[in-house]
């Protein structure tokens, strides 16, 4: 990197020090993972005092993470965790005990990190080639936070950290921890596949790289060429792995906006839960979440009754969220997260018309999460909002895409604010909105609503 670029500069507030990251794109690129590393173990390796969970995938990284904290606080233990991206706070990224951290935690924590940016003595950061002198280490936007976490969560002594990959697995900031518990990996679908490969086995390849030695893996059942690599990775580092699939979810019975259902577990043989959201996806994230719990839990210490009172509380935001009587907003933003929204949807009971608010960012696949909303036939109108973020998909470019491709009515308006705001005022009798397509999507509505 070239130091001209960036400067040391006087942070003192938290609204500077996030000011500082939000602009940290502009000037860095990815790390090598030696680099990482490098800069972890400068910080003492913080992630030896914690017992690891390392959780990876396509789809319902976050949930998962989430129902895994609800059954072990449920059950006593104190967890810290460490998810991406956002909604409105950047401080939703640190959870202890599911309280996000404070500003000035989160300004203490980012001073030490910016304080070891030693400028002049490259040297210090990492064992670098004869130009080093030349090079200058500077974390990117998730690696600062990374650090932050690992430096934050030992303070609060928890029993587990639970760290959510950004991108990928092998190469991504967070698998730079030298020991771990469990990994568990979710649902497998094309997503950053200019990053990750553009195949299925290409893509399980990069997420099976957060497998560890002496840590067991939980995967859900994708397909059999994704299961071959899993089988295969867990077996080269002598680890056990354990599959999880649609045959260990029974008798699901939606009751209104709750879904009832039964898991099998090794232990308990089926245990009866409710989930309170329409989210039928959310069945299988519960069963990586209660089988990887079980695996942790080798003597049995949390019980039944301990697990389907965690389940039933959970709650993660942008999720088929309810944030509006009959106003529903949900994180899917690529074509595997809309299927899983577009299966929910047809299953969700509505008597009235449905509407759905869409956004979505240019690195994604939004060409066939258009097709796909396009036949499904689920909505009788469809608004299109363009985003604040410099990543949103220009609007014209959406709009007429969904105007080739659907036969409702498409609106499309130059913010989020005012698609809401009409999508909104515009609504029929018993008519239920759906908002979808991009995660800074939601962000922006629950930020309106707040």
Known sequence: MDKKKIGRQHITTFEQAVEYLNAT???????????????????????????????????????????LRSILEEAGYTVA????????????????????????EFLRAFLQIYEMLDWESVEDCREMDNDASDKFYHPTFFEYLFFMAMILFPNHHPDFCILETGLGGRLDATNAVETKDLAVI????????????DTLSKIAGEKAGIMHPDAPVVYWETTPEVDDVFSRYAQNLGISAHKVSKKDIKIPKKHGKTIDFSVATRYYNYISLSLQTIAEYQMENVALAVRAVELLDLTHTITREQIQD?????????????????????????????????????????????????????????EHMAQKVAASNLFQKIVIAHMSTGRATELERLQKLF???????????????????????????????YVAGSLYLVGEIKELLL
Not at 44 to 55: D, L, S, T
Not at 81 to 104: A, Q
Not at 357 to 364: E, I, R, T, Y
Request: aromatic content about 8%.
């Open 403 to 433: 105007e080739e491709k659907c036969s409702c009515p498409v609106e499309g308006y130059d913010s989020v604010a005012l698609a809401f705001d009409r999508i909104c005022r515009k609504r029929g009798e018993a008519e239920r909105i």
């Open 310 to 366: 965690a389940v039933h509380k959970c709650h993660w935001a942008g999720r088929m969220e309810e944030v509006l009587p009959e106003v529903y907003v949900d994180g899917a933003h690529n074509e595997d997260g809309i299927r899983a929204f577009l299966e929910t949807v047809a299953a969700d009971g509505h008597k009235g018309p449905r509407s759905l608010l869409f956004s979505a960012v240019k690195d994604k696949d939004y």
């Open 25 to 67: 794109p502009r000037f860095t690129t990815k790390n090598e993972m030696q680099d990482t590393r490098a800069f972890l173990k400068r910080l003492g390796n913080p992630e030896k005092k914690m017992r690891i969970i390392h959780v990876a995938g396509t789809n319902g990284k976050g949930s998962v993470c989430a129902y």
């Open 186 to 197: 979710t649902r497998i679908g094309l997503d950053h596949v200019e990053y990750l490969g």
């Open 81 to 104: 965790v460490f998810t991406s991206p956002h909604l409105v706070d950047i401080r939703e990224r640190f959870v202890v005990n599911g309280e996000m951290i404070s500003k000035e």
